[in-house]
């Protein structure tokens, strides 16, 4: 069942609220930035989540944490974290990128749909969400994991969300758990955007050197960034369920990083050169042929885990939005 004909209502007597984002399908990013005319549309959804409390409030409306997911698409940690920001006075939106592209899993094959589509995903929901009566546009934070985080790090990257919302409209702040930083813009810059990440060092499925590396370049170019790495921790170590192995994972953590020029063209690492025709398959394939690839990894939670990110989680979302 697609996430959108799902009746999901929290524990307080927030009820999910369906909303359509009109996205799009690009190739890869050199697309957004310097072909968007050519974009292919397509519309995906999600639910919004308003709170019973009106004390997060500032003329009368209220502050947005936007949750993207990973690779498994909406799951039951999700919606808790949803549902903790809305019982903390926050609105909040779960985003479906799956549902719409008949997706339902791409930790086999990251490639179903791009990168540079998620992204663009999350800054479609900010365009829609922004314009909302009871959303505060300038208390807007995105939240993603795995994938997701990602996914709203690009979408915090001027060079690309310039290309989609426009000089200086976008993000307040924005939490990445666990991302994968494979992609990174030659120019990362932020600007006013807050940046902060959590991870663990047990993480197998992407590189934590390869983000702090990300976040350096991003506090180097003038922005705020910080990471909280966790000792031990796996990935999706919020998930409040036991560790457990997943088998088809294909990952590559070691693989070099894939840059982007500032018309949004990857440049190979191998030849140095932007191509605007190089899409994600190609730098996946480069990585199995040199290879990084290989099959299976972990995911899951040690004993307090979960509750580390709650509690990691909402003193963000209070001190950037609330």
């Not at 094959?109 to 540079?116: E, L, P, R, V």
């Not at 959590?198 to 050197?209: K, L, N, V």
Request: hydrophobic residues 40%.
């Amino acid at each position: 069942m697609r996430f959108r004909d799902q009746d999901i209502v929290f524990a307080g007597g927030a009820k999910g609220q369906n909303i359509d984002i009109l996205s799009a399908n690009p190739v890869n990013y050199f697309q957004v930035i310097s072909n968007a005319a050519e974009l292919p549309r397509l519309v995906i959804d999600g639910k919004l989540f308003l709170p019973t409390s009106e004390h997060r409030k500032r003329n009368g409306k209220l502050p947005l944490v936007i949750v993207v997911p990973g690779s498994l698409g909406v799951a039951p940690s999700h919606l808790k974290h949803a549902e903790t920001v809305v019982s903390d006075g926050f609105a909040a939106f779960v985003l479906d990128s799956f549902g719409a592209r008949d997706v339902t899993s791409t930790v086999a094959n990251q490639t179903q749909f791009s990168f540079a589509a998620s992204a663009y995903d999350v800054l479609s929901a900010w365009q829609v969400l922004s314009a909302h009566p009871e959303i505060d546009a300038s208390r807007i934070g995105a939240q993603g994991h795995s994938r997701g985080g990602s996914a709203v790090l690009t979408a915090a990257t001027r060079r690309f969300a310039d290309a989609v919302v426009g000089a200086g409209a976008g993000f307040r702040s924005v939490l990445a758990a666990y991302p994968w930083s494979g992609h990174q813009f030659l120019d990362p810059s932020v600007d006013e955007t807050e940046i902060r990440v959590i991870m663990g060092d047990a993480d197998e499925w992407c590189s934590p050197m390869q983000v702090q590396g990300h976040c350096q370049a991003i506090r180097l170019s003038g922005g705020r960034a910080t990471m909280r790495l966790i000792g031990g921790a796996q990935h999706s170590f919020d998930r409040g369920t036991g560790i457990e192995n997943v088998p088809d994972a294909s990952v590559s953590p070691a693989a070099p990083t894939a840059y982007t020029a500032n018309n949004g063209a990857f440049i190979h690492p191998l030849t140095g050169v932007a191509d605007s025709k190089l899409v994600d398959r190609d730098l996946m394939i480069y990585a199995l042929k040199a290879g990084y690839g290989r099959k299976g990894a972990k995911i899951g939670s040690r004993d307090g885990d979960a509750e580390l990110f709650k509690t990691d989680m909402l003193a963000f979302w209070r001190r950037t939005l609330g």
